[in-house]
């Protein structure tokens, strides 16, 4: 299901990119893409990919 919705937001993702839309739409456009691919990893992987925050420094 997911991954269907993904081939979707892609091809009007490039469609609205080919037509030179406006970069706003494209930009939000290419969020809601972003966002779906992340659900679907997340499905996939059962939640195992969330960064944990290790290697991080803290600069305080």
Known sequence: ???SEI???QDKLNSMIDC???YAKI???S????????KY???QL?????ISGAGCKNKN
């Open 20 to 22: 030179e839309d406006d």
């Open 1 to 3: 299901m997911v991954q």
């Open 27 to 29: 930009y939000e456009m």
């Open 31 to 38: 969020v809601q893409l972003d966002l779906l691919i992340a």
């Open 46 to 50: 059962g939640g195992r990919h969330k």
């Open 7 to 9: 081939r979707l937001l």
């Open 41 to 43: 990893y997340d499905e």
